[in-house]
Antibody, heavy 119, light 106 residues
């Protein structure tokens, strides 16, 4: 059974940093594109970042490019999102999600981690 | 960026009725469109991928159709657990984008 479990959310001041983790199990982690998707309170879903199978490429939404970094550790099946220079507008639930085979849609999701950026 | 516009914003129906949700893209998404269901306090769940393919364990009352820029999600007979928010999403172009959602309420 595919499982994704986020951790590392919390309250941080504007300009601060936070690192989210996503523990994955039940599939060959390195073979799938992994992603972060966020949802601000009462807002639509927003794709944030993707790391390709084999980690050859990373992709970012313009809103986070240069501030966020996606990475993964294939040895412990963990996906990361390093978030720097956080803004109030980054406040959201952050979901870890797997893309299906051949760069498919988001077929499995974690339960989410709440990140609140506030002074 | 491909903009996805969903309509209506809210759909008020009763259990047993048919629901028809629309998603319109600002340019062709080559059929690479999905639908997700999100219940309050839960993560989204993939229902339909690539226009018309049901995801694993999704009941047959959910169906998807469309092409080019216009897509439809149909729920043939609403069950109580189907009252939720539904999002469309395209994987044709970067950045990946979602629609604004349709809330199906009782």
């Amino acid at each position: 059974e595919v499982q994704l479990w986020e951790s590392g959310g919390g309250l941080v001041q504007p300009g601060g940093s936070l690192r989210l983790s996503c523990a994955a199990s039940g599939f060959t982690f390195r073979s799938f594109a992994m992603n972060w998707v966020r949802q601000a309170p009462g807002k639509r879903l927003e794709w944030v970042s993707t790391i390709s199978p084999g980690d050859t490429n990373t992709y970012y939404a313009d809103s986070v490019s240069g501030r966020f970094t996606i990475s993964r550790d294939p040895f412990d099946n963990t996906l990361y999102l390093q978030m720097n220079s956080l803004r109030v507008g980054d406040t959201a639930v952050y979901y870890c999600a797997r893309r299906g085979p051949n760069w498919g849609h988001f077929d499995y999701w974690g339960r989410g981690a709440l990140v609140t950026v506030s002074s | 960026e491909i903009v996805l516009t969903q309509s209506p914003a809210t759909l008020s129906l009763s259990p047993g009725e048919r629901a028809t949700l629309s998603c319109r893209a600002s340019q062709s998404v080559r059929g690479l469109l999905a639908w997700y269901q999100q219940r309050p306090g839960q993560a989204p769940r993939l229902l339909i991928y690539d226009t018309s393919n049901r995801a694993t364990a999704i009941p047959a009352r959910f169906s998807g159709s469309g092409s080019g820029t216009d897509f439809t999600l149909t729920i043939s007979s609403l069950e109580p657990e189907d009252f939720a928010v539904y999002y469309c999403q395209q994987r044709s172009n970067w950045p990946l984008t979602f629609g604004g959602g349709t809330k199906v309420e009782i």
